[in-house]
């Protein structure tokens, strides 16, 4: 079993940043990708950035060039830095891992962005 930690969601004005932190820890044999997905009220989850062991990266185009996901392996942590947040952003954001073939999420952390 994997364990994932969230951390820094809150309520943040249009414009500015925030950053998620997610922690991983338990029986963790490899974990080959770590990320972001968001679920906003009405709509479906979606992917919104996600990076793979070795370092490649993909994003949700609604957020390219203002978010940023990055991870320690050491810590077994992935972060999400969003910049220039806008109310379209606002969503519960869950982290997933993928470890060696079995995927885990995290229980939630919501961002919300006033309109």
């Known amino acids: 079993q994997v364990h994932l930690v969230e951390s820094g969601g809150g309520y943040e004005q249009a414009g500015g940043s925030l950053r998620l932190s997610c922690a991983a820890s338990?029986?963790?044999?490899?974990?080959?990708?770590m990320g972001w997905y968001r679920q906003a009220p009405g709509k479906q989850r979606e992917l919104v950035a996600r990076i793979t062991y070795d370092g490649n990266t993909e994003y949700a185009d609604s957020v390219k060039g203002r978010f940023n996901i990055s991870r320690n392996k050491l810590r077994n942590t992935v972060y999400l830095q969003m910049n220039s947040l806008n109310a379209e952003d606002t969503a519960v954001y869950y982290c997933?891992?993928?470890?060696?073939?079995?995927?885990?999420w995290g229980q939630g952390t919501q961002v919300t962005v006033p309109s």
């Open positions: 997933h891992v993928r470890n060696r073939g079995t995927d885990y």
């Open positions: 338990g029986k963790i044999i490899i974990l080959t990708s």
